[in-house]
């Protein structure tokens, strides 16, 4: 006999949140369910007076406990479902697959209503990367989704590190091919008619940090003429940007050699839009290289660091490391230069961000101004505060 469906009925300050849109109910604030529950269930969620409010997917692993899916009427969750989902998904992406860029975020989980699950592209290979394990036993039903409407020649699965173990029970591995032939090495993709390579098997997240997009190539507007330091520097998106736009020099800093390899191929790829400008490489942990650098000796600087704060309780420490860094790239910048300021820190507000990086500067006692800030580009956008994790500050220095 068929087990009873999942009722859950939530305490009033969590009705609320779902109610106004917040994909996440905390196991606390779950007042009552009718039974027990494995992950990857679906979970009905009613309100105080026995109406439907949303349908979740049940975690029993996770603080999150649901990961909300649906709310409005009641609705079957199945493959129709799913590709009215992904069809919305791409909608909302038109005009940023193009001719000159073929790597794009197709699914930005929550903000999506696919929570936990991000479905990326570079050229013609789809990289499906999952966060959270409610995913498992729909993994077909979504594949078959994903083959009939973008239509990829592979995919590739990517799991996140706590997932992995309890994958292997779905005979899911992390990298490997679910659909069509597998790369066997880095993926070349165009971005704004350049040339990158996306690790989708080994690297940081999908293979590539698709989401700078808009401020890759905004340095790329800036960079005539100037010398320029990237540091944090990665794989050198920045950097090729800034050659191709005319930069006379740039810099690449990284405390990873492998990152700094993988820029050097990355200019190989671009030899004939950035062989003007010279291309150094330092391997140095940028905290304590930064501080004791020439200074006023770039016309840019670029700082773009890794998350300071991927718990709430790093929050406070991660702020004052932003004004610490704004502070001492504001001394390596020449009169006239340019200061891009970037977080990727979803514990620290942007309000926060924006603010420390400003009181820096104006204690830095060089008169500037705030040329323009930005968020997260269409294919990353944001539905609900903690989904709001980009920020990026460009300031010129008188």
Same mark, same amino acid.
């Given at each position: 006999?068929?087990?009873?469906?999942?009722?859950?009925?939530?305490?009033?300050?969590?009705?609320?949140?779902?109610?106004?849109?917040?994909? =996440?109910?905390?196991?606390?604030?779950? *007042?009552?369910?009718?039974?027990?529950?494995?992950?990857?269930?679906?979970?009905?969620?009613?309100?105080?007076?026995?109406?439907?409010?949303?349908?979740?997917?049940?975690?029993?692993?996770?603080?999150?406990?649901?990961?909300?899916?649906?709310?409005?009427?009641?609705?079957?969750?199945?493959?129709?479902? =799913?590709?009215?989902?992904?069809?919305?998904?791409?909608?909302?992406?038109?005009?940023?697959?193009?001719?000159?860029?073929? %790597?794009?975020? =197709?699914?930005?989980?929550?903000?999506?209503?696919?929570?936990?699950?991000?479905?990326?592209?570079?050229?013609?290979?789809?990289?499906?990367?999952?966060?959270?394990?409610?995913?498992?036993?729909?993994?077909?039903?979504?594949?078959?989704?994903?083959?009939?409407?973008?239509?990829?020649?592979?995919?590739?699965? +990517?799991?996140?590190?706590?997932?992995? @173990?309890?994958?292997?029970?779905?005979?899911?591995?992390? $990298?490997?091919?679910?659909?069509?032939?597998?790369?066997?090495?880095?993926?070349?993709?165009?971005?704004?008619?350049?040339?990158?390579?996306?690790?989708?098997?080994?690297?940081?997240?999908?293979?590539?940090?698709?989401?700078?997009?808009?401020?890759? *190539? +905004?340095?790329?507007?800036?960079?005539?003429?100037?010398?320029?330091?990237?540091?944090?520097?990665?794989?050198?998106?920045?950097?090729?940007?800034?050659? +191709?736009? %005319? $930069?006379?020099?740039?810099?690449?800093?990284?405390? &990873?050699?492998?990152?700094?390899?993988?820029?050097?191929?990355?200019?190989?790829?671009?030899?004939? &839009?950035?062989?003007?400008?010279?291309?150094?490489?330092?391997?140095?942990?940028?905290?304590? =290289?930064?501080?004791?650098?020439?200074?006023?000796?770039?016309?840019?600087?670029?700082?773009?660091?890794? @998350?300071?704060?991927?718990?709430?309780?790093?929050?406070?420490?991660?702020?004052?490391?932003?004004?610490?860094?704004?502070?001492?790239?504001?001394?390596?910048?020449?009169?006239?230069?340019?200061?891009?300021?970037?977080?990727?820190?979803?514990?620290?507000?942007?309000?926060?961000?924006? $603010?420390?990086?400003?009181? &820096?500067?104006?204690?830095?006692?060089?008169?500037?101004?705030?040329?323009?800030?930005?968020?997260?580009?269409?294919?990353?956008?944001?539905?609900?505060?903690?989904?709001?994790?980009?920020?990026?500050?460009? $300031?010129?220095?008188?």
């Amino acid at each position: 006999m068929a087990s009873k469906r999942l009722h859950v009925r939530l305490r009033p300050t969590a009705e609320s949140l779902v109610r106004g849109g917040h994909p =996440w109910v905390y196991s606390d604030s779950i *007042r009552e369910q009718n039974r027990e529950a494995t992950t990857g269930e679906l979970a009905v969620v009613f309100d105080r007076n026995d109406n439907f409010l949303a349908i979740g997917f049940y975690d029993a692993d996770s603080p999150i406990r649901i990961r909300i899916i649906h709310r409005g009427k009641p609705a079957d969750i199945n493959g129709d479902f =799913w590709r009215a989902r992904l069809r919305e998904a791409v909608q909302r992406r038109t005009g940023i697959l193009t001719a000159d860029t073929n %790597g794009l975020r =197709w699914i930005n989980g929550e903000s999506d209503f696919f929570p936990g699950l991000v479905l990326d592209q570079y050229a013609d290979t789809l990289v499906l990367k999952l966060y959270s394990a409610v995913w498992f036993r729909r993994i077909e039903e979504i594949l078959a989704v994903i083959r009939e409407e973008l239509r990829p020649t592979g995919l590739v699965l +990517r799991l996140s590190r706590n997932i992995q @173990s309890g994958a292997r029970a779905f005979s899911l591995e992390d $990298a490997s091919t679910l659909i069509g032939e597998g790369p066997s090495g880095p993926v070349i993709f165009l971005e704004s008619n350049l040339k990158f390579e996306a690790d989708v098997l080994k690297g940081q997240k999908t293979g590539f940090f698709l989401d700078q997009r808009e401020n890759r *190539r +905004r340095v790329g507007e800036l960079s005539r003429g100037k010398e320029v330091l990237n540091a944090f520097s990665f794989s050198g998106g920045f950097s090729v940007h800034a050659a +191709r736009g %005319g $930069a006379r020099s740039v810099t690449d800093v990284d405390i &990873s050699a492998h990152a700094l390899e993988s820029s050097v191929r990355n200019f190989a790829l671009n030899r004939d &839009s950035t062989s003007q400008a010279k291309h150094q490489r330092i391997q140095a942990d940028v905290f304590d =290289w930064i501080r004791t650098a020439r200074a006023e000796s770039y016309d840019m600087v670029i700082l773009d660091p890794p @998350s300071l704060a991927k718990r709430e309780s790093e929050r406070t420490g991660a702020i004052t490391a932003y004004a610490n860094l704004a502070t001492a790239g504001l001394r390596l910048v020449r009169p006239g230069g340019i200061l891009l300021c970037c977080s990727c820190s979803a514990h620290v507000t942007g309000e926060e961000f924006f $603010a420390a990086v400003g009181n &820096s500067l104006k204690r830095g006692g060089r008169p500037f101004r705030v040329l323009e800030t930005r968020r997260e580009p269409a294919d990353h956008h944001a539905t609900f505060p903690e989904a709001e994790y980009l920020k990026a500050l460009y $300031a010129q220095i008188e």
